[in-house]
């Protein structure tokens, strides 16, 4: 029986050697020429050489599953080992998407549940290593440091004929992501009249998602002055009528006045459907590269923060033909600032009261409309002249999707001590849609983004009981107004912004976007104690369920 052993270990130790040189050889070869099933396996020898521990070799092996997501999406062993590496990188909300995935086929449900249930512990009450204020001091310090050395960098490139090189906006990028995980940005210069010289001008954009807007805010109002000083940070791209984009390696260009706008109104905002014939080859080559040149031209005509709080979403036709739901004849793209304005659109406002005025009302009590579903209307969707890959990106923070999200009926009666989940709401007030669809979806795309920054999509609720009713200590009203000043803390340590508030069957909830979670959660607990209110925490994820506050705070 020993030598038997003995011989079985030499065998498998023959193996094992020839395995690694394999290994050696697929890691030597060109990528290019690699097959998926060898970057697979190559991804697998770094996962187990990582022993869970060596975050390069776990991040290299992402990056070998990920050059084959298109294809091998659907399989549910390279969902396994994809989720696998997040779990270990200390990714729980990547590592969630793809274990669930990979939980559907019944081989991996076993296996993936104990790591989904890890997950989604982690989750409930998520602890950072850095919260979003620690990551923007870290920001400001590295960016104090290297910017005086771009600056003559940035002015000399921004004035010649190349512009900013993709060197430069990859050191920036680089800086900006000790803040934000994820980032687009824009680098120009500007001269103050009678000036001699011009000041770097750094534009960090929301992409179409006001969550994304406060933060960008957050990170600008608290950036030191000695920052400030050297360059200029921007929320959004601003108004620009003259702006032209070079086309065709520059012997054309597309302007404002290249562009028709149709016009939409849902519920109480409006769709822009936009057409120029100049970018139509452009549309039917790269619909993705053409949205973007069509925003900025959108953007440069409305601006982008104020086309975003007033909810002003955006679509590309490939036609120059009314869509069905359009008003009466199209409207020139220098013209539709006015148009909108005389039609009752605040795109005049100062920053502080677009913000202020971004929040839009939902009902999940009635039944929405036909067709509506993810932030998209069924008009867009529905209409061959559109884009198709246009209609989602432009209604991130759509209500017409909030309208579907109604979740669950809500009629059970809670017995003592039930969670809240959302799933009773009726009625509520929102600026940051996009959460609010995403929760219903149950897909996280930006809850991921603003957790990767350090932030935490969330919502506090108590029983209805406790804040309706002759027994109540406290009103609503009242108590959202104490949690507003415990969620926003002072003006120089400001801990989060709260973005809306509902009204369910069972219970009330206000909604907040966190800056340093626990100082919130501990905060708020303090306000809700004096009421002798037991309040829950939850964030916008369904599958993570919510806690009752003071449970976890003990």
């Known amino acids: 029986m020993a030598n038997e052993n003995n011989t079985n270990v030499d065998e498998n130790q023959e193996y094992d050697a020839e395995f690694v040189r394999n290994m050696e050889v697929f890691a030597a070869r060109d990528p290019q020429s690699r097959t998926a099933e060898e970057d697979c396996m190559l991804a697998s020898w770094y996962f187990m050489q990582s022993e869970g521990k ?43 998407r793809y274990l ?123 950036a030191p002055g000695e920052l400030t000083q050297l360059i200029r940070l921007r929320l959004g791209q601003q108004r620009d009528d003259s702006l032209r984009i070079p086309l065709n390696e520059g012997k054309d260009s597309a302007g404002l006045e290249d562009v028709s706008c149709y016009i939409a109104r849902r519920n109480n905002d409006y769709n822009v459907y936009l057409y120029c014939s100049k970018l139509k080859d452009q549309l039917e080559a790269n619909v993705y590269s053409a949205y973007s040149l069509y925003l900025s031209l959108a953007y440069a005509a409305l601006g982008e923060l104020a086309s975003l709080t007033q909810h002003v979403t955006f679509d590309v036709i490939y ?14 793209l ?25 929040y839009r009302d939902y009902d999940f009590s009635v039944a929405p409309p036909a067709g509506a579903a993810g932030g998209c209307s ?16 432009a209604h991130e923070d759509s209500p017409e999707g909030a309208a579907a999200a109604s979740s669950g009926s809500g009629d059970a009666v809670p017995a003592v001590n039930v969670l809240a989940d959302r799933t009773d709401i009726k ?13 219903s979806g149950n897909s996280y795309r930006m809850t991921d983004e603003l957790h990767q920054n350090g932030s935490v999509a969330g919502y506090l609720a108590v029983e209805a009981a406790s804040v309706f009713g002759i027994n109540a200590k406290v009103s609503f009203d009242d108590l959202i ?30 909604d907040f976007i966190s800056w340093d979670l626990l100082s919130i959660l501990s905060n708020a607990l303090a306000v809700f104690s004096k009421y002798g209110i037991k309040p829950s925490f939850g964030t916008f994820r369904r599958s993570v369920p919510s806690v009752f506050l003071s449970d976890r705070q003990e």
């Open 54 to 96: 060596d975050q390069e070799l776990l991040q290299s092996a992402v990056d070998l599953l990920m050059r084959h997501a298109i294809t091998l999406y659907e399989s549910p062993i390279w969902n396994y080992h994809v989720g696998m590496c997040y779990y270990y990188l200390r990714q729980p909300e990547s590592a969630m």
């Open 100 to 222: 669930e995935k990979a939980s559907a086929d019944p081989e991996y449900t076993e296996p993936c549940t104990q790591y989904l249930n890890s997950c989604r512990e982690t989750l409930q009450v998520p602890v950072f290593a850095h919260n979003f204020a620690e990551r923007c001091q870290e920001c400001y310090r590295n960016l104090l440091e290297e910017v005086p050395r771009l600056l003559t960098d940035i002015r000399q490139q921004f004035e010649s004929p190349e512009g900013i090189s993709s060197e430069l906006n990859d050191r920036l990028r680089k800086l900006l992501n000790f803040a934000f995980a994820r980032v687009s940005f824009s680098i120009s210069c500007e001269k103050e009249p009678g000036a001699q010289v011009l000041d770097p001008v750094i534009t960090i954009k929301p992409v179409g998602s006001i969550a994304r807007a406060l933060q960008i805010r957050y990170f600008i109002e608290h």
């Open 319 to 332: 036609d120059d033909k009314a869509p069905e739901d359009a008003q009466g004849e199209a409207v020139a």
């Open 334 to 358: 220098t013209d539709l600032y006015q148009w909108l304005v005389n039609a009752g659109v605040r795109l005049d406002q100062s920053e502080d009261d677009l913000f202020t005025s971004s």
């Open 378 to 393: 069924a008009s867009a969707t529905a209409d061959r002249n559109v884009a198709p890959a246009t209609a989602a990106a």
């Open 427 to 439: 009625t509520g007030s929102s600026r940051t849609f996009q959460l609010i669809n995403e929760f």
């Open 481 to 510: 107004g104490q949690i507003h000043d415990a969620i926003n803390g002072s003006q120089d340590a400001q801990l989060g912004v709260v973005t809306g508030q509902a009204v369910g069957s069972h219970f009330y909830y206000i």
